[in-house]
């Protein structure tokens, strides 16, 4: 008698002791997930669905008990397996496994995410994707026309028809086109000798070179585009919001703390970068489709915002997208924490004939 006394006091302590531990971590998932809860209401909640839990658990194992007499076997297991399912496996083991794997990847996941949408932001405060179009059509500008001066100095050099003759008037009306000038002057030619076919090419080299530069300079005024005023400061303002939080994000990640207020400013000012990115996204090349979907969706919601949601944190999970991060580990974590606490409290609470 004094030996069962003892067994089940060992047995509560056990599982007050893994009890806590998974009531902490599932009041902790509950918080971040419904902030404006106070911190004791989730507690009550997640304690309550917690003993529901280890009732069920106790249920199953007592239906199974054939030492004892138990009436409605069959019942107390159905009811067992529902109250472990929805109080347990819907409800303690997520969210166990969510706070475990939260406070680990957070610091990592916020990281990356205030990188990537600083990278994008910086792209439309350099305005990269107008400049990279503006500078392949003067380099394809200055290839055209410079085949063409080539076959220009060709023909004044040859010798079968030195000078300007048909032909190299054609080249000059054709580099004109390119040039979107009305027309080049033909200058006046006079002799064949090399000093004198220099001085001409020389000339007509000047002349198109100057032309070439004022339509680099039209192309650079058309093609710049006059939303650039507007999405160049706030891309400014939005990467310096991220720069004054990155760096606290960098140094709680060293320290190993998780502060859950610095994660949620970062979440603030990734919204704000986000919604930016989304409004100018035409002025952005994104490095992949999943990036694209993620900045352009219609319901933008940032990867930090996810992480604080045990229903996103594990919709992602299976889709893939936590792979390398030890997502599984914590998972048998949470179902080992649990089974502990359960089997602790079927051993204090056991049914024992008399």
Known sequence: ??????????????????????????????????????????????????????????????????????????????????????????CSMPTNTHTFFYR?????????????????????????????????????LEREVNSNVTALFSEIENMAQPGFGPRAKSILVKIASILQVSSIPELSYQGVTSSQQKALKTQYNSMINELLEKRKSELRTNYTNPQERLFKPEATKAIENIENVEGHVIQM???????????????????????TIKNYSDFITFKSDADKELYTSDNLVTKTTKLLSVIDVWKDFLGGKHAGRGFIFWIVISVLVDIAAFIFFDIAFKKRED
């Open 253 to 275: 990640d060293a320290v190993g703390t998780v502060d859950h207020n610095l994660i949620a400013q970062a979440d603030v000012v990734l919204q704000k970068g986000y919604t």
């Open 1 to 90: 008698m004094e030996e069962n006394k003892t067994l089940k006091l060992i047995s509560v302590c056990g599982f007050a002791i893994f009890a806590a531990v998974s009531c902490w971590a599932t009041a902790e998932s509950l918080h971040l997930l419904l902030p404006s809860w106070p911190i004791f209401m989730c507690w009550a909640v997640t304690v309550g669905f917690f003993v529901i839990a280890s009732i069920g658990t106790k249920l199953i194992v007592d239906s199974f008990n054939q030492n004892i007499y138990l009436e409605k076997r069959g019942l107390r297991l159905t009811g067992g397996v529902l109250l472990t399912l929805v109080f347990w496996l819907i």
């Open 104 to 140: 680990t990847a957070a610091a990592d996941i916020v990281t990356q995410d205030l990188a990537l949408t600083k990278s994008y932001l910086q792209q439309l405060r350099d305005n990269v994707k107008n400049e990279v179009e503006i500078k392949e059509k003067i380099d394809n």
